[in-house]
């Protein structure tokens, strides 16, 4: 069985589990972490975890980041001088979160996700070196009412998490799946 096949799995297992109503957004996190090699795998079968989401009678809603900063920078007025000099990038990227934001209520009021669903996340590894996933979690937990998935290419070791096993990582709380082990 393959590990991407055994993060389903842990998956499965975990989110059939009862939610309490009480969580609040931070407790509602769930990151499903596999190495980055993977990230193919991972998505030819994102649907299998929508199965296992429904399975468990839980809605689901896939947003994905992938193409984000790509669609973010050709609106830019000054696109082509970003690319000739990208070092003035730097201070515009606190926008580049907002504008994903932007799009992801406008995601979340066109699915109705509500207090039942699974909001899943691909693409975080589009991120690096444009924003921390921890800041893009911390921006869009709190606009979820269900749980908030995170499809995280990199590592996980005491809650301290590596995207793309690159560089030192964060601590972050959320519910670390693997495909050893669902928490």
Same mark, same amino acid.
């Given at each position: 069985?393959?590990?991407? =096949?055994? +993060? /389903?799995?842990?998956?499965?297992? &975990?989110?059939?589990?009862?939610?309490?109503?009480?969580?609040?957004?931070?407790?509602? #996190?769930?990151?499903?972490? *596999?190495?980055?090699?993977?990230?193919?795998?991972?998505?030819?079968? /994102?649907?299998?975890?929508?199965?296992?989401?429904?399975?468990? !009678? &839980?809605?689901?809603?896939?947003?994905?980041?992938?193409?984000?900063?790509?669609?973010?920078?050709?609106?830019?007025? *000054?696109?082509?001088?970003?690319?000739?000099?990208?070092? +003035? +990038?730097?201070?515009?990227?606190?926008?580049? %979160?907002? *504008?994903?934001?932007?799009?992801?209520?406008?995601? %979340?009021?066109?699915?109705?996700?509500?207090? =039942?669903? /699974?909001?899943? #996340?691909?693409?975080? !590894?589009?991120?690096?070196?444009? +924003?921390?996933?921890?800041?893009? /979690?911390?921006?869009?937990?709190?606009? #979820?009412?269900?749980?908030?998935?995170?499809?995280?290419?990199?590592?996980?070791?005491?809650?301290?998490?590596?995207?793309?096993?690159?560089? =030192?990582?964060?601590?972050?709380?959320?519910?670390?799946?693997?495909?050893?082990?669902?928490?």
């Amino acid at each position: 069985m393959s590990r991407v =096949d055994r +993060l /389903v799995r842990s998956y499965a297992a &975990h989110i059939a589990v009862p939610w309490r109503d009480d969580a609040a957004p931070a407790q509602r #996190v769930i990151f499903c972490v *596999y190495p980055e090699a993977e990230e193919r795998s991972l998505r030819a079968k /994102v649907d299998e975890f929508e199965l296992a989401t429904r399975q468990a !009678g &839980h809605g689901w809603a896939l947003f994905d980041l992938t193409d984000t900063f790509a669609e973010w920078m050709a609106s830019q007025r *000054y696109a082509k001088k970003y690319f000739a000099k990208p070092h +003035l +990038l730097a201070p515009l990227l606190p926008k580049y %979160l907002g *504008y994903i934001q932007e799009r992801f209520e406008a995601f %979340l009021a066109q699915t109705g996700a509500d207090a =039942d669903t /699974v909001v899943a #996340v691909l693409g975080v !590894g589009s991120l690096f070196g444009f +924003l921390k996933v921890k800041e893009m /979690v911390d921006r869009l937990a709190p606009l #979820v009412p269900g749980r908030f998935l995170v499809f995280f290419p990199g590592s996980h070791e005491d809650n301290n998490y590596r995207l793309l096993d690159a560089y =030192d990582g964060w601590n972050y709380l959320a519910v670390p799946i693997t495909a050893d082990r669902a928490f």
